[in-house]
């Protein structure tokens, strides 16, 4: 089992920042990736970033089109904690964010938060 923490949401005017921030803790293998994910209200959760562990053969990032050059996900293995660094934030950035973790092998087992809530005033 893998528990996630979450923290660093809440109420911002647009224009402003926010760090999210994942802890996570328990069974992880060391090929993994974590990711997070958000979910507006009344639309489908969708990915947001993500990032995997330098022991996959390489670090890999991904973003969705409508954060690039806002928001920036990183990581600490040694602490086993993903962080997302949202700039620039547009009232539609309004979400529950959620932290993913996706163990490789040999469990190949995925992982989520609690979710933290992100509010963009206007």
């Known amino acids: 089992q893998v528990q996630l923490v979450e923290s660093g949401g809440g109420l911002v005017q647009a224009g402003g920042s926010l760090r999210l921030s994942c802890a996570a803790s328990?069974?992880?293998?060391?090929?993994?990736?974590m990711g997070w994910y958000r979910q507006p209200p009344g639309k489908q959760r969708e990915l947001v970033a993500s990032i995997t562990s330098v022991s996959s053969g390489g670090r890999s990032i991904n973003y969705v089109d409508a954060v690039k050059g806002r928001f920036t996900i990183s990581r600490d293995n040694a602490k086993n904690t993903v962080y997302l660094q949202m700039n620039t934030l547009k009232v539609e950035d309004t979400a529950v964010y959620y932290c993913?973790?996706?163990?490789?092998?040999?469990?190949?087992?995925?992982?989520w938060g609690q979710g933290t809530q992100v509010t963009v005033s206007s």
């Open positions: 993913k973790l996706r163990n490789g092998w040999p469990r190949f087992d995925n992982y």
């Open positions: 328990g069974s992880i293998t060391s090929n993994n990736e």
